[in-house]
């Protein structure tokens, strides 16, 4: 009763070395044992560009989500400040509400500016998004918002 051919079991290294019906030197059966261990070498070195790669992506990730937490912040202090009667005291004041509500570790050395004059409003929220990196500064964030102050019609 013959046996299939994937039935055998694994194939001895001897027969692995065969060439049409010749044997192979031991310098050929030397280099496939060589192979052993490779991939756990590879992985190894891989692993590490891989990590690196992935924090930076979650680090740029973190930045963009402080720009978009100071825009909020900024817009909220433009908003506030805008209407009647139009106050810097107090768009700063909203500004820095909102950072405190949203931004509590998010923006660090976070700074608050407010420019009016009697036509518009700015405010600037500047600061640091925070760092995966041990010993390493996030990166700098600086957004700002501009609206008009409203003025009654009559």
């Known amino acids: 009763m013959a046996r299939s051919a994937s039935s055998r079991g694994p194939t001895p290294l001897s027969r692995l070395c065969h060439v049409r019906g010749r044997r192979t030197s031991g310098v050929a059966r030397r280099q496939l044992s060589g192979e052993r261990g490779a991939a756990s070498v590879e992985l ?9 790669l992935v924090m930076t992506l979650i680090q740029a990730a ?9 825009l909020g ?9 805008r209407v009647q009667p139009a106050s810097t005291a107090r768009a700063q004041s909203a500004a820095e509400g909102f950072l405190d ?3 509590e570790d998010l923006l660090t050395g976070r700074d608050v500016t407010v420019a009016g ?5 700015e405010v600037t929220v500047t600061g640091t998004s925070i760092s995966l990196f041990p010993g390493l500064s ?5 957004q700002s918002a501009v609206g008009p102050v409203e003025r009654p019609t009559p």
């Not at 190894?44 to 690196?52: I, M």
């Not at 973190?62 to 100071?70: E, Q, T």
């Not at 996030?138 to 600086?142: E, K, L, P, R, S």
């Open 62 to 70: 973190l930045w963009f989500y402080a720009r978009s937490v100071a």
């Open 73 to 81: 912040a900024a817009q909220e202090g433009a908003r506030e400040g």
């Open 101 to 103: 509500q949203t931004a």
């Open 117 to 121: 004059s009697p036509s518009s409003i």
């Open 44 to 52: 190894a070195v891989t692993f590490p560009v891989v990590l690196l």
């Open 138 to 142: 996030g990166w700098a964030v600086t």
